[in-house]
């Protein structure tokens, strides 16, 4: 599986993006997708994740209510999209996949396909 991210850009505080993450392959909706983030000195950090049929979705804290994970099976594209931005959320984003949910990927690793990142910065 290879994944492409785009998307990213700069952002006031409490606007809005939608970074989407383009699959290849013809399996899609057997992986469940996920996104990452990781800012300047810090480990990488979960931020959603959303099943293969697109039916259970899972998202960290400081994101909740703001950020919706989502997906097209037909376009073999996850979205991620943004909301109510803040300063904190600024880093580079990944998105990931694997054919089988870890509890791994709530501590920031363990999908076994990786795109590369797409950078978000919101300015305060």
């Known amino acids: 599986v290879q994944l492409q991210a785009s998307g990213g850009g700069l952002v006031q505080a409490g606007g809005s993006l939608r970074l989407s993450c383009a699959a290849s392959g013809r399996t899609f909706s057997s992986f469940f997708m996920g996104w990452f983030r990781q800012a300047p000195g810090k480990e990488r950090e979960f931020v959603a994740a959303i099943s293969g049929s697109g039916s259970s979705t899972s998202y960290t804290d400081s994101v909740k209510d703001r950020f919706t994970i989502s997906r097209d099976n037909a376009k073999n594209t996850v979205y991620l999209q943004m909301n109510s931005l803040k300063p904190e959320d600024s880093a580079v984003y990944y998105c990931?996949?694997?054919?089988?949910?870890?509890?791994?990927?709530?501590?920031?690793?363990?999908?076994?396909?990786w795109g590369k990142g797409t950078q978000v910065t919101v300015s305060s």
């Open positions: 990931a996949a694997d054919p089988l949910f870890s509890s791994h990927w709530y501590r920031g690793y363990g999908m076994d396909y």
